[in-house]
Structure formats: C-alpha cells, structure tokens
C-alpha cells in the first residue's frame, strides 16, 4: 500500500492550491477516500471525505465551501482542491481512508502567509 501526496507549496492568503494523492497497492474504488491534516503542535484532523464512487462528500466545518474533494477512479487519485486559502490552512496535508487505516504518506505541505 502506498498513498503519494503531491501538490503544496507556498502561497498568500487567498489564493488556490490543488492536492493530489495517488494511491496504489490496494483496490482504491472499493474504498470512502479522506484528506487529513496537521498543523505544527496540532492532532492530525479530518479535512474532507469521499465516497466511493465520488456521489457524496464531506467536509470539516472550518473549510466548508472553501475546498472540494474529488476522485478519479481510473487514475488511482484522489483531489483537493483548495480555495480562498487563509493562514490557519497552514498543515501538512495526507489523505488516507477514514479512520486513517492504512500507512500513511509523507505527505505535502501547505504553507498560507504573505
């Protein structure tokens, strides 16, 4: 099983950033898909998730209309798509199956500052 996160960077207040996360060594379409992340000194907290086929999601209050998880099945990889990115967005981003029960990636940081 590997999960490869893919897509942070640096960026100001307000502005956009896509996350990839590729998945391999277990059959991904069988599986709800989330995006987690940690913030220096913080737990690690659920961002959003995912439904197998992509029909339904959820979303932390706190970035609620702000991101969107997608998946593409075919692809192995699941997406967030960040917006209106503030400075408390700042985190080491991972996706993982809820529960976070499978090894996790090394994961891609998002660092929001002007």
């Known amino acids: 099983v590997q999960l490869v996160e893919s897509g942070g960077g640096l960026v100001q207040p307000g502005g956009s950033l896509r996350l990839s996360c590729a998945a391999s060594?277990?059959?991904?379409?069988?599986?709800?898909m989330s995006w987690y992340r940690q913030a220096p000194g913080k737990e690690r907290e659920l961002v959003a998730d995912?439904?197998?086929?992509?029909?339904?999601?959820n979303y932390a209050d706190s970035v609620k209309g702000r991101f969107t998880i997608s998946r593409d099945n075919a692809k192995n990889t699941v997406y967030l798509q960040m917006n209106s990115l503030k400075p408390e967005d700042t985190a080491v981003y991972y996706c993982?199956?809820?529960?976070?029960?499978?090894?996790w990636g090394q994961g891609t940081q998002v660092t929001v500052s002007s």
């Open positions: 993982n199956v809820p529960g976070g029960g499978l090894s």
């Open positions: 060594g277990f059959t991904f379409s069988s599986y709800r």
């Open positions: 995912i439904t197998r086929r992509g029909g339904d999601t």
